[in-house]
């Protein structure tokens, strides 16, 4: 059983900042890639940014410049901290890992329940 908790959401001023922490917890044999997408009402979710164990960091468009994501391997978290928020920032934000449970298993997507992060204008 795998499970990813966030918590740091909540609500801004624009202009304002946040940051989005994210652990995974349970039975994990390694992790590929950590990262957040976001689902803003009556949108489909999308990626906000993510962190391949050994990789270069992707973001969308959108937050380059304003978001960072980071992530500590040996606490299996990942983090995002947003500079500069706008009102078309407000969605509620997902954890993500693609990771597997055992050697045997292939890698396996999971999420997190979301963190509501708003802004206000």
């Known amino acids: 059983q795998v499970q990813l908790v966030e918590s740091g959401g909540g609500l801004v001023q624009a202009g304002g900042s946040l940051r989005l922490s994210c652990a995974a917890s349970?039975?994990?044999?390694?992790?590929?890639?950590m990262g957040w997408y976001r689902q803003a009402p009556g949108r489909e979710r999308e990626l906000v940014a993510i962190?391949?164990?050994?990789?270069?960091?992707n973001y969308a468009d959108s937050v380059k410049g304003r978001f960072t994501i980071s992530r500590d391997n040996a606490k299996n978290a990942v983090y995002l901290q947003m500079n500069g928020l706008k009102p078309e920032d407000t969605a509620v934000y997902y954890c993500?890992?693609?990771?597997?449970?055992?050697?045997?298993?292939?890698?396996?997507?999971?999420w997190g329940q979301g963190t509501q992060v708003t802004v206000s204008s």
């Open positions: 349970g039975s994990i044999f390694s992790i590929n890639n």
């Open positions: 962190m391949p164990s050994g990789g270069t960091s």
């Open positions: 993500y890992a693609a990771l597997r449970t055992s050697y045997r298993r292939y890698s396996s997507d999971y």
